[in-house]
Every structure is written in C-alpha cells, then in structure tokens.
C-alpha cells in the first residue's frame, strides 16, 4: 500500500520503464511513469522517515538507486550497493537504510 485508499496499488517494471497507479474513489489514477536509462535488475519499495519510496538495483554496475513517490531522485542516489536496501526504524524516529555490497553490509543515514 503506497497511496490512495485501501485497496491494492499496482507497481509494475520492465526493462525500460516503471509505472505506479492506484484507486481513489471509483477511480484509477496513474502515479508515476518513470523510464530507466539502463535495465534494473531488482525494483523495490523501502520506507524513508515513514514514507515509502522507490528503489532499484542496477543491472549494469553495483548501483542502487531510490526515489520518492512523485519520481524525484533522493539526494545522495545513487549509492553503492548490490541489493536491495531494507530500512531500519531508529529509536529517534529516523530511518537507517541497509544495503549489501559483495561481502560487506553498509548502513546510510540520509539526510530529512
């Protein structure tokens, strides 16, 4: 559950392009329709400060990136990684995200 109301929200990837919709009402709306320079090879959901985002490792190169609902990188994106981040809640209410990389594990603690 990403937005809108109760019911299911649709997060659908290929190759080239990521789109998001979800129910208001009676109706379906379209989110967000994002096109990748170079094929994910993992799209994801994490949470950041109690909002979801969307994440996606690269195919390509050990990257991930992150983005908030409405398609705008989060500053500091693209990290190193070669999963998919997880997010830990703080005690402070922040969030830590967790991301492996070959062998090793790295924790990031984002600005906001």
């Known amino acids: 559950q990403l937005l809108g109301d109760a019911r299911r929200d649709y997060l659908a990837w290929d190759n080239e392009r990521l789109t ?3 129910y208001e009402g009676q109706s379906f709306k379209k989110q967000l329709d994002y096109s990748f320079s170079s094929p994910p090879a993992e799209v994801f959901v994490a949470e950041l400060s109690g909002k979801p985002h969307i994440g996606w490792r690269s195919e390509a190169q050990p990257r991930v990136y992150l983005m908030t609902l409405e398609g705008e990188m989060v500053e500091g994106f693209p990290i190193a990684g070669s999963t998919a981040l997880s ?3 703080l005690p402070d209410g922040g969030t830590m995200l967790v991301v492996g990389y070959g062998r090793r594990v790295y924790g990031y ?3 906001g």
Do not use: V
Request: no cysteine; charged share 10%.
């Open 20 to 22: 998001l919709h979800y």
């Open 109 to 111: 603690l984002p600005d």
């Open 87 to 89: 997010s830990l809640a």
